[in-house]
């Protein structure tokens, strides 16, 4: 007879991980390759209720995230690292493949690290579109591949193996995919007009504002052109943090534009330098 089998729950793994991170410097990975925790790394337990999250209701309650992507799980005696799986290549991709159940189907899950960070790490307000949303309600069934139209991706701001918290939004595909097409002609304005049509059905009634063909690394200040780019509102740009900090960046780039898409489909440029938080844009 066994005492004390009950079934854990996300509670328990809760508690079991704060005590146990408290003494970890490192953890290791069934292959016992080691990952050094970083002073200022902080983790969250990524299960939560359904009724509050569906996505991430559908992963196991054992898993916590840090705000580095980097994933472990409580349900061994000693905290392991859940590491990405290897590509073609052997290195490490940014992707998991747990197995969640989808109408109660078994299912393996090609789930991006960075789409895993924007989902526990940031709020409604960091994302554009409904693909934040339909996460949230829908679940992972709402994961699905680049070329299907009412998929949710994650799109990297900067280099797309940076899974930390704020280089990741969560789109629709046919928006994440009209941003790769923008990205690889960073500067032509048709590709902009095309890009209006499909914002202004993902945020009706709300200006949009796209950075073209310009990456800021936050750390470093240092801008690179024809590299990722980004949507927001106009709203959520104003009130944003990373804005002041790609700001102050972007004011040394001085070719560079902020593209606005008004609730018409209009299209504005404004050079950085010249664009004020405080004043309404219209296209």
């Known amino acids: 007879m066994i005492l004390n089998s009950k079934k854990k729950t996300a509670k328990d793994y809760l508690e079991k991980f704060q005590r146990l991170i408290l003494e970890t410097e490192y953890v290791e990975n069934k292959a016992h390759e080691k990952y ?118 994650g799109h990297h701001f900067l280099d797309r193996h940076d899974n930390r918290v704020g280089n990741t939004q969560i789109l629709q595909a046919k928006e994440h ?13 048709d590709k902009v007009f095309d890009l209006a049509d499909i914002t202004a059905k993902a945020e009706p009634n709300r200006p949009t504002v796209i950075f073209p063909g310009v990456t800021v690394n936050e750390v470093t200040g ?18 944003s943090e990373r804005f002041d900090r790609f700001l102050n960046a972007l004011c040394n780039f001085f070719s560079s534009n902020i593209i606005t898409i008004n609730e018409d489909g209009d299209v504005t440029t404004v050079p950085v330098d010249q664009f004020d938080k405080d004043e309404e844009l219209s296209g």
């Open 36 to 153: 050094y925790l970083k002073p200022d790394e902080e983790f969250r337990q990524i299960y939560v209720d359904p009724e509050t999250n569906k996505a991430r209701s559908e992963l196991s309650i054992h898993w916590f995230v840090s705000n580095y992507g980097t994933v472990i799980t409580a349900k061994p005696e000693h905290l392991k690292w859940v590491s990405p799986i290897k590509g073609k290549n052997k290195s490490r991709r940014g992707y998991l493949n747990p197995k969640i159940k989808i109408n109660g189907k078994e299912t393996t899950l090609n789930l991006s690290i960075g789409l895993l960070v924007a989902l526990v790490w940031t709020n409604e307000d960091d994302h554009y579109g409904r693909g934040f949303e339909r996460l949230k309600n829908d679940g992972f069934i709402s994961i699905g591949l680049m070329n299907v139209d009412d998929a949710v991706n």
């Open 177 to 189: 995919a009209a941003l790769h097409r923008l990205a690889k002609d960073p500067f032509n304005l």
């Open 222 to 239: 240092e801008i690179k052109t024809g590299q990722e780019i980004f949507l927001t509102t106009l709203d959520k740009l104003k009130k």
